[in-house]
């Protein structure tokens, strides 16, 4: 019984309620527990407040923030973007609270503090580990410089659904590349080691479901099958616990009928005993209070209660757990044992983060916009963005070329940084115009539009007469930052404003259009994509967004992005990705019959009795994995190591890849994978490795990827994971709707 009892306690991290029974089993656990022995239950409660006011704080910081801090009453801050806030907060924590227990400092810095990066979802398009961690160690460099030690970032939230804002901060559509993407981000902002003062702990959010909202409309309710939450939006968290993650946030939504804050099996049972994460969580802005709304509390005790028995640690923003959980406790309704080990879980990572002996910041400010850190977010501009179109092979241009510049965003340092970037300054950032005019490039700049909403067309003739002048018109338009991120959900993604117009009167003029894009999510192009010549996605870019596209355009650097999400030619085909089922009557291409074609008074046949919409058909404007070169690639002999696979072997696919254009080039092979018959239906394909290859032309390279069992088991509605015998249909390619093919089988 004893032996259960210690078990017990070791799993569910309760070390602290079985203080008297044994005896911490390592010195990290040991300080935990001495501290807590030490500690009032009111400063208990302290540690589990995050408190986010003072960044609108202006002149001295008042005396009852100040008290509070002394009292042991805060645990945290969010926003306290002053540095002296920060050094005389943490002194008055450090030398005249009760335990003297350091405070944590957090802000979301997401791409980037100073330096700014492409938006996440720019990042991912990359599908390069390294640029996204070079990224979050940068903005971790920078930020720790400003005292702050914990980012809200990386967000893991799957996204399918373009209408969606947040989709601008998320890692795409696709499970495997969202998991590779996160275990970089987590890498990057804790560095080598979470005491360095340079590391920042990292925030995987938002825990969960916070990107199926529904319709794309910002915190929106989410229903999630069991198979689809382990399958499709859990991995990419797991694979935070797996790099180290030291917090989690919980997102605003519902999931199935429980909010997120309040979802015990979520953040106890899937988080704490299968993942085995032992940081600490902390809500989302109010959201334990928002639980009222969402009609899952009666009142501010009550989410106070659900959130703590759940086991969320820290409270941001609103005050529930601050103001009721002594009273939970006298009542009852929750146990000491549950504050200590939500407290522990707390102090355990401010102890790993060295905030005890180190607690103050290092000032680093002479490496905010580092040399370096220009060249790493100008060299992921790059890698993110994604060509869409090159009618003609226009791009890349010669640098003689006329270029007639227009468009609301060839020239908007604000804008180029797209959503979250805070403390991004604008004077330091270098637009496409900076750098046309620096590098004295051929050009003429007529913006035609003032910002990217501006239905005016009063400066379209001037844009007009620029264009006439030229050999090829550049249009830089797009979204400004603040149509997309967090409430910017949108219900028509076209070009906003008096844009397309613009494009289409420019086309007028019989003069080859580039079409580049700034934004932050893809943009629907139907109307125009026959007067444009090219199309190169930047999506917001960040700092160095100008030289990164300078380059791209004249071809000293080639876009190398793909697409991580499907890219829609309407709005109504949303919500819309590559990883789908196959239904009972899937898409036969021969039998479609377009709404135009219908003879007029048809009786009821079974047209559009397939999966797809009359008017727009069944395919994505661009499919997920999408993006051209400046040359081009042939794969061929794809080639299996054995037509089967076993239970413990592995079975190896090749293929080879040649460059058959005039440049040297890199593209990005992608395997995927169908199982053809499971004990759930499974998905027409999905991404299981990718690998980029460089090639010079003529040049071609057989390259190889493993698969093992591993790769192909899946999770059911029992959740129960496994996968049965039967067939596989694998293909390599350049993206999700093409490949070269072969099966293998599991017997
Ligand atoms: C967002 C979080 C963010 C928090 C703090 C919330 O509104 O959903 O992602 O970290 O604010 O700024």
Request: neutral net charge.
């Amino acid at each position: 019984m004893k032996k259960i009892y210690t078990l017990v306690c070791i799993i569910v991290f309760t070390l602290i309620a079985c203080e008297t029974e044994q005896k911490p089993t390592n010195e990290l656990e040991a300080k935990v527990s001495e501290l807590l022995s030490k500690m009032t239950l009111d400063e208990k409660i302290g540690q589990l407040n995050l408190r986010g006011t003072s960044s609108r704080v202006k002149g001295k910081l008042p005396d009852s923030l100040k008290q509070a801090v002394r009292d042991g009453k805060i645990g945290a801050f969010l926003n306290v973007s002053n540095t002296d806030y920060v050094d005389e907060l943490q002194r008055i924590a450090v030398e005249e609270s009760p335990n003297k227990i350091p405070l944590i400092f957090a802000r979301d810095v997401i791409h980037g503090y100073k330096t700014i990066f492409p938006i996440p979802l720019a990042m991912a398009a990359s599908w390069d580990a390294q640029v996204a961690e070079n990224s979050s160690r940068v903005a971790a460099v920078e930020g720790a410089s400003f005292g702050i030690r914990w980012t809200f970032a990386p967000m893991l939230d799957i996204a399918r659904d373009s209408r969606w804002g947040r989709i601008a901060e998320s890692p795409g559509e696709d499970p495997y590349l969202a998991a590779k993407l996160s275990k970089a981000y987590v890498k990057g902002f804790q560095g080598d080691s979470l005491n360095d003062p340079t590391s920042m702990i990292a925030c995987a959010k938002h825990f969960i479901g916070y990107g199926a909202a529904i319709g794309g409309r910002d915190y929106n309710t989410a229903v999630i099958s069991d198979a689809q939450l382990h399958n499709i939006y859990l991995p990419p968290f797991k694979s935070a616990v797996e790099a180290g993650t030291q917090t989690f946030m919980t997102a605003f939504n519902e999931m199935n009928g429980i909010p997120a804050s309040g979802d015990r099996r979520l953040l106890t049972n899937v988080l704490r005993e299968d993942f085995g994460f032992d940081g600490f969580v902390v809500s989302d802005w109010d959201a334990v209070k928002e639980m009222i709304p969402h009609g899952f509390a009666q009142d501010q005790k009550h989410a106070a209660e659900l959130s703590l028995n759940a086991g969320l640690n820290m409270e941001m923003t609103s005050k529930t757990f601050e103001t009721y959980t002594k009273e939970l406790l006298e009542e009852g309704k929750i146990t000491k044992a549950k504050i200590n080990s939500l407290v522990a879980d707390i102090l355990r990572v401010k102890l790993r983060m060295g905030l005890f002996e180190k607690p103050f910041r290092v000032d680093n400010s002479n490496n905010l916009y580092a040399a370096a850190h220009l060249e790493m977010a100008k060299e992921a501009a790059i890698k993110s963005s994604v060509l869409l179109k090159n009618e003609n092979n226009i791009l890349p241009l010669n640098n003689k070329t006329n270029i007639a510049v227009i468009g609301p965003l060839a020239d908007k340092p604000r804008e180029q940084l797209g959503t979250w970037s805070f403390d991004g300054d604008g004077k330091y950032t270098r637009t496409p115009v900076n750098v046309f005019h620096d590098k004295n490039a051929n050009y003429t700049f007529v913006e035609g539009l003032a910002y990217s909403r501006d239905q005016s067309t009063k400066d379209f003739s001037k844009a007009i007469a620029a264009a006439k002048k030229s050999d090829v018109i550049l249009f830089i338009g797009g979204e400004e930052a603040i149509l997309s991120g967090e409430a910017h959900s949108r219900a028509d993604i076209n070009l906003p404003g008096a844009q397309e117009q613009l494009i289409k009167a420019l086309a007028k003029t019989g003069k080859p259009i580039v079409l580049v894009i700034m934004a932050g999510r893809p943009i629907t192009v139907g109307n125009i994509i026959d007067d444009v010549d090219a199309i190169l996605m930047t999506w917001h870019p960040g700092t160095m967004g100008g030289p990164a596209i300078y380059d791209m355009i004249f071809g000293v650097a080639e876009p190398s992005g793909r697409l991580p999400v499907t890219w829609p030619k309407v709005a109504g085909q949303l919500p819309l990705f590559y990883n789908h089922k196959n239904t009972g009557r899937p898409v036969i291409p021969e039998e479609f019959v377009q709404m135009d074609s219908i003879p007029i008074g048809a009786w009821q046949s079974s047209l559009g009795n397939t999966s797809h919409y009359l008017d727009i058909g069944y395919l994505p404007q661009y499919p997920f994995g999408y993006g051209l070169s400046y040359t081009t690639f042939e794969y061929s002999d794809l080639t299996l190591s054995s037509n089967a696979i076993s239970e413990k072997g592995t079975l190896t696919v090749k293929v080879t890849v040649k460059n058959t254009g005039k440049r040297k080039g890199s593209d990005i092979a992608q395997l995927y994978v169908q199982d053809v018959v499971g004990r759930i239906t499974r998905p027409v394909r999905e991404l299981k490795g990718y690998q980029s290859v460089s090639l010079q032309p003529n040049e071609s390279k057989e390259i190889m990827f493993t698969l093992s069992l591993d790769d192909l088991k899946y999770y059911d509605n029992q959740e129960e994971f496994g996968v049965e015998k039967g067939v596989f249909n694998v293909w390599i390619g350049q993206h999700s709707a093409t490949g070269k093919t072969a099966k293998f089988s599991y017997e």
